[in-house]
């Protein structure tokens, strides 16, 4: 079977990145409302926590990391962007990186279960996109220069 020039396998390490990243991003999403529910409903807590101004930072960063793994993962895989697979994948690796390191920078030694699962999660989301990106770069056809 072949396939059109940018078409995507669709595959078990396809599969497994859009598992990871919806998983991550439903979490972050769901961390999102939680805090929101918080600063609407608890205000002593709230207070505890820094403030309703510092914890709606926090739900709006929440809900954009969540958006942002979901955005990138349906582009990525999208026929219409296929151009720029390489770009996108490299934008979600970079998003997941950096989502482990604001974890660990602001979670300030209270770790939990539910943050360190997901931590392991996104190392391995961001494992697999390595791998699909040196699969792609490997079965690449190569370039013909003209004249050479």
Do not use: S
């Amino acid at each position: 079977m072949t396939y059109p020039r940018h078409a995507t396998r669709f595959g078990a390490l396809q599969v497994a990145i859009c598992v990871l990243a919806a998983a991550t991003a439903a979490l972050h999403i769901y961390l999102g409302a939680i805090t929101h529910i918080m600063v609407a409903t608890q205000p002593e807590a709230t207070a505890a926590a820094g403030g309703a101004a510092a914890l709606g930072f926090f739900a709006a960063l929440f809900y954009l990391d969540g958006l942002g793994y979901i955005v990138l993962t349906a582009a990525l895989y999208h026929p219409a962007f296929a151009r720029f697979r390489r770009l996108i994948r490299w934008a979600l690796i970079a998003l997941t990186a950096a989502t482990i390191v604001a974890y660990f920078a602001l979670i300030q030694g209270q770790y939990d279960a539910m943050g360190i699962a997901d931590k392991i999660v996104e190392v391995v989301l961001i494992i697999l996109l390595v791998m699909e990106d040196r699969r792609d770069r490997r079965d690449r056809p190569p370039v013909e220069v003209p004249g050479i």
